[in-house]
């Protein structure tokens, strides 16, 4: 938010949490003038209630529809999210008070009444804050008095249906003040709803007997149990919403560090020290006038971003969805800046709050506990003090063991030595000792004794390093290092990092959350866990020479994120600067350089690469020089990719990347064979003819010279065999058209295999039938016989844990591909039926690019698109190369959130790359023009099916063809 706006809004919500009537409530709503139409409409519509009760609905109606309006534009000026969530709580308190007087006055005759029979109309839940969203639920306890007047449960029925004849959604009870003393002391949630509840309307002293009876009745006493309650349920509320504040998407009212976590604090507060504002805990010691002052801001903020989600979905949205985040920034008034868009330093800002939150739950918690242990009867203050003794921890006389919990022995010992702020996490790790929150409260009040001179320390530099690279949780403690603003502040240019998000569907964590996981995952490899998932990076951890060098090179690869410049070039010129003060030598800082400037390399060549084609293992070879470098890259590879994201990392991505490693592996250590390409097919052609054992021997030579040298020297011996049967059965069936499938749970894959006549618009046939099937292609396989048919294998990713579900899913997509090859189902109409109704992403922008390279290949032209993903984007691709007359050996798609890059290896018809500058430039414009969404003439011709030749009259086509 820009400084001089967000001075204003600071400003009015100070004014506001001193005193409520600075708000100005009258620009929300002229009360005496809504009292006066509703009191002419009962004159006019005395004798008819229907008339009646439409009249009064319209006017409230109109009053509300104006006042929220007014609250919508009183945020875009003063941007102060309590004031706005004040004056909507007020618009609501004047309609029920209206209506509540109206349904007394002038339906039930409820003024004559004495006071003390009538109904009091209580707002409970966050209503009774005084704060409301303009999409929230309105909690309402209606109290009845002993006894009660007859209309009492009729007035109240009438007030609820209008309320819902107006669209509010309604929470509402209604009780005595004994059923509510009895309820609270079994309900922690009807407990939390009453501990809030505010007088709004009718029965003023029932109101204020049932607070009196609540605060005698049922808080005495009981604060240890509140706390406790409501401590678990904000646990298994962060579990619940990802237990993590750098989700991408963060509800902003229940995730970890959003408005919940705030309300719990003044829950407990009120609960516990009988405060009526959060600005007593000053007087009370808990909280420091700058911390509460953070409070506020925190408060404020989060407030004005859910106002602003709710007026701009119109419903109680929670979740800071990609879609809104840039108008809720354009409403904040950011701005881009070199290097990050205004949309990530809007969210930026929003999870420094959400760090701040955390920061103030542990300030809070930790006065929480010194004054639990003040209040403490004698003898069971005596026995507390005996099992939570502090002891000396060996080797230190700064800190102590406080109950397993490491502590401070001195409050001045930041003071006096400012390393203590390392060498304290550094002595919990080596210890296995949890964090004392006073500890970790005073570390928060001591962040400016890290100077440049600690900086530079060379024993502070030292024990950082040392937990970096502990054999125990070094992903735990650099986390705490990070909340506490200890590692940002230690490292600035992490801190430059810290609550970054980067604006896509991929990454799902802010950038230090992500290299925090990173570390996590390291440690777990290193460790020998997760053999299950990538066993061959478990393998080769032990034998990596370097350690330091790849535990600093995994924390800080994505170091320089959010810069104008490549990430990656900028960040093996931090770690040039970084690694020498860390100690590291210059051979390491080379390396660590090198790693992180080559971080991405890995990944894309084994994603977007034919790693059946020799240049691809030469040329990535050529970059990685050495075998310790290919391990270690490995290694950096799967911790960048798992930390991403959930759901991110899968079997698929793990084989790609061991076939690389081990091709590479091969190159490298001198085994690549170097026989001629000819003699190698000849070889292979013999294992295939010599493995079909139970086939004549004039069926084995005639199978085998069906094949061409890609698929002989490409597909593995078990998969030819596999083939060889399936093309086998479908011949002695007389189909021309089949399919097979089988599934890899390990590499999380499901294998389609089509056999098919050869046709050139086979591939774009086969990717629409999975898109119309919601399949997503990840690889593809396309192979020629010399007889004239294709046997193309496609890779979808799995969805069903078990087996047989997989399968059956799979067979699915294999008829539907076969119902539209034979022209039984025409695909742009199976396409629409999948696409109808869903929008077009148009949250992200990412312009159309279109790369055609003749280095990358001994044989093929390679294409490479990239674009934002949707449905039959590959049929469409796939369709115009074949209108391109370019004929496609492999694909290869992978999917970077709303971004796809897909590759394909093309030659023209005659089996040559594409070296014409001319002809290039025309397929690449032709390219962009699909991938743009851009009206086309080609689109739309893909044939109802390929009518299939009869088995018998085969032709022996294309038999000079190679793919």
């Not at 941007?79 to 706005?84: E, P, R």
């Not at 309650?229 to 509800?251: C, F, I, M």
């Not at 801001?297 to 602003?308: E, G, I, P, T, Y």
């Not at 594409?914 to 699909?930: D, F, G, M, P």
Request: hydrophobic letters at 40%; one cysteine or more.
């Amino acid at each position: 938010m820009p400084k001089a706006r967000q001075a204003v809004a600071l400003d009015r919500i100070e004014q506001m949490m001193t005193d409520n009537q600075h708000i100005a409530y009258q620009d929300i709503l002229d009360l005496a003038g809504l009292r006066a139409k509703v009191d002419f409409i009962a004159s006019v519509h005395a004798d008819q209630p229907d008339q009646r009760r439409q009249a009064l609905l319209a006017a409230l109606k109109e009053a509300n529809l104006q006042g929220r309006e007014a609250a919508r534009q009183l945020l875009l000026d003063d941007g102060s999210g309590l004031a706005c969530a004040a004056r909507i709580s007020w618009l609501q308190d004047q309609l029920i008070t209206v209506l509540h007087d109206f349904a007394l006055a002038h339906v039930f005759n409820g003024l004559s009444t004495p006071a003390a029979q009538r109904i009091a109309v209580t707002a409970v839940g966050g209503y009774g804050r005084g704060t409301l969203a303009p999409g929230s639920d309105i909690d309402l306890l209606f109290v009845l008095p002993s006894p009660k007047a007859a209309w009492s449960e009729p007035a109240i029925e009438f007030i609820l249906y209008a309320l819902w004849d107006l669209g509010f959604k309604v929470g509402h009870a209604t009780r005595t003040v004994e059923q509510c003393i009895a309820l609270s002391r079994e309900d922690m949630t009807i407990r939390t709803a009453i501990l809030e509840a505010r007088y709004i309307c009718g029965n003023r002293p029932l109101a204020t007997d049932l607070e009196t009876r609540f605060d005698r009745d049922v808080i005495r006493n009981t604060g240890p149990e509140f706390i406790a309650a409501k401590l678990a349920e904000r646990d298994q509320r962060h579990q619940k919403a990802g237990d993590t504040r750098y989700l991408v998407e963060p509800n902003v009212k229940e995730g970890k560090g959003g408005l919940r976590d705030l309300h719990t604090l003044f829950w407990i507060a009120k609960y516990y020290y009988r405060v009526r504002d959060a600005a007593d805990l000053i007087k009370l010691g808990v909280l420091s006038r700058q911390e509460y002052s953070l409070f506020e801001k925190s408060d404020d903020f989060l407030w004005a971003v859910r106002c602003h989600m709710h007026f701009l979905t119109g419903k109680a949205e929670e979740r800071l969805s990609f879609d809104i985040q840039p108008q809720i920034a354009e409403s904040f008034g950011y701005q881009a800046h070199p290097g990050l868009t205004a949309v990530e330093r809007f969210m930026k800002h929003y999870f420094h709050v959400a760090k701040n939150v955390g920061d103030l739950t542990r300030i809070f918690c930790a006065a929480l506990e010194d004054q639990q242990a003040k209040e403490l009867p004698g003898l069971t203050a005596t026995l507390a003090r005996f099992r939570r003794r502090t002891r000396k921890i060996p080797g230190s006389l700064e800190f102590v063991d406080d109950g397993g919990r490491i502590a401070l022995a001195s409050p001045d010992v930041f003071r006096r030595d400012p390393v203590n702020l390392i060498r304290f996490f550094h002595i919990a790790d080596v210890n296995g000792l949890e964090f004392h929150p006073a500890a970790l409260k005073q570390i928060t009040r001591s962040l400016g004794f890290i100077t440049p001179s600690l900086r530079d320390n060379e024993e502070a530099n030292r024990l950082f390093i040392s937990m970096l690279t502990s054999k125990r949780e070094p992903g735990l403690i650099l986390r705490r290092m990070n909340e506490a603003g200890v590692l940002g502040r230690f490292i600035p240019d992490f801190g430059r990092i810290v609550s970054m998000m980067q604006f896509n569907m991929y990454h799902h964590y802010t950038v230090d959350e992500h290299l925090l996981r990173s570390v996590d995952i390291l440690s777990r490899i290193d460790k020998g866990l997760d053999k299950d998932i990538h066993p061959l990076a478990v393998e080769l951890m032990p034998h990596v020479e370097d350690r330091t060098a790849l535990y600093v090179a995994v924390l800080i690869h994505d170091i320089a994120k959010g810069r104008p410049e490549d990430h990656s070039s900028a960040g093996a010129r931090v770690a040039r600067r970084l690694c020498p003060r860390f100690g590291l030598s210059p051979k390491q800082t080379e390396l660590v350089a090198w790693l992180i400037e080559e971080h991405l390399t890995m990944s894309m060549v084994a994603q977007t690469r034919d790693l059946n084609d020799r240049k691809t293992i030469v040329d990535f070879a050529e970059r990685v020089q050495s075998l310790e470098r290919l391990k270690m890259l490995l290694v950096l590879t799967i911790c960048d990719i798992r930390a991403v994201g959930p759901g991110v990392w899968n079997g698929w991505k793990g084989q790609l990347l061991r076939t690389l490693y081990y091709e590479t592996e091969l190159l490298l250590s001198g085994g690549f064979s170097e026989s001629p390409r000819k003699e190698r097919a000849a070889h292979a052609a013999r294992r295939l003819e010599d493995a079909l054992t139970d086939w004549a021997p004039s069926e084995r030579a005639a199978y085998v010279a069906m094949h061409y040298q890609p698929y002989l020297l490409s597909v593995a011996l078990e998969d030819q065999l596999r083939h060889a049967r399936f093309i086998r059965e479908a011949d002695c069936d007389g189909r021309a058209l089949a399919t097979m499938v089988r599934t890899h749970e390990f590499h999380a894959i499901t294998e389609i295999t089509v056999l098919a006549p050869d046709h050139p618009r086979l591939l774009a046939i086969i990717a629409g039938a999975c898109a119309a099937a919601g399949a997503n292609i990840v690889d593809a396989q396309i192979f020629t016989t010399a007889d004239g048919r294709a046997l193309d294998t496609i890779l979808v990713t799995r969805e069903f844990q078990v087996d047989a579900d997989e399968l059956r899913r799979a067979a699915s997509i294999g008829k539907l591909i076969e119902e539209v090859l034979a022209g039984r189902k025409r695909l742009p109409e199976v396409i629409a039926s999948r696409t109808k109704g869903r929008r077009r992403n148009k949250t992200f922008t990412l312009a159309p690019s279109v790369t055609l390279s003749n280095t990358l290949s001994n044989k093929f032209t390679v294409v490479e698109v990239e674009c934002l993903d949707r449905t039959g984007l590959l049929s469409e691709v796939t369709a115009a190369l074949a209108d391109l007359s370019l004929d496609i050996a492999s694909a290869h798609i992978t999917t970077f959130g709303e971004k796809v890059i897909d590759t394909f290896y093309v030659t023209d018809l005659v089996g040559q790359k594409v070296t014409n500058e001319n002809r290039q430039a025309h397929v690449a414009q032709h390219l962009r023009t699909i991938l743009s969404g851009e009206p086309d003439e080609t689109r739309g011709r893909l044939p109802s099916g390929i009518t299939p030749p009869q088995p018998a009259t085969r032709s022996v086509a294309r038999q000079t063809k190679s793919r």
